[in-house]
């Protein structure tokens, strides 16, 4: 039993290697050019020891898309949720997300950037858990304007919907700029522009 244990274990971390490799691969390539051939090769591994753990492309798909949300909620959202509520917390998502670019965390910048743009037009399963993730990110945004509003840290007639595509807009912006030309300061621009939006201004 303690060797099944272990084997079950080793082949957890496995997974767990191929998959965090898989994500950074499809920043760059895209979820469509993910291969067993490529993971292979990155973790100098066999292709036989890579396939092992999925059941077809799509599989693989799928499960890259879930350790790219995993990874997502352990460096933007949770942070924010730590923060006191409301406006606050507006701020920590936003510094959170530009912080997750800055650290280079995934060669391509935002992993869901990148496939919302590549996958949208593609009807399946990957397609849908990606728009998944999609509408809560963006209902998580919205709930933080709206308990900003109700606290009176913003305008009581701020539309909520429209400062939660403005704040998208600004953190996508600064996604490919920084993608581009991997410049940090675009991503300290984009903090002041969305203290500047939410009313928090500079100290002088």
């Known amino acids: 039993m303690p060797t099944q244990r272990r084997q079950r274990a080793d082949g957890g971390r496995t997974r767990q290697a191929i998959l965090r490799e898989a994500v950074s691969l499809a920043t760059l390539d895209g979820l469509e050019g993910l291969s067993i051939g490529n993971l292979a090769n990155a973790l100098d591994m066999s292709k036989s020891g890579v396939y092992a753990h999925f059941d077809s492309k799509e599989d693989l798909q799928l499960a890259t898309v879930d350790e790219a949300e995993r990874v997502f909620r352990e460096e933007v959202i949770e942070p924010a949720l730590a923060a006191p509520p409301g406006r606050p917390q507006l701020i920590a998502l936003c510094d959170s997300y530009l912080d997750h670019l800055g650290r280079r965390t995934f060669p391509g910048g935002c992993f869901f950037a990148g496939a919302v743009l590549e996958m949208g037009a593609r009807p399946g399963a990957v397609k849908e858990k990606i728009n998944a993730f999609q509408v809560g990110f963006t209902a998580q945004i919205r709930q933080f304007a709206v308990t900003a509003i109700d606290q009176g840290e913003l305008p009581g007639d701020e539309d909520p919907d429209a400062l939660t595509f403005e704040l998208s807009g ?35």
């Open 170 to 204: 600004i953190t996508l912006a600064a996604n490919n700029s920084f993608v581009l030309h991997q410049d940090p300061a675009v991503l300290d621009l984009a903090k002041s522009i969305v203290r500047r939006r939410l009313g928090v201004l500079p100290r002088r």
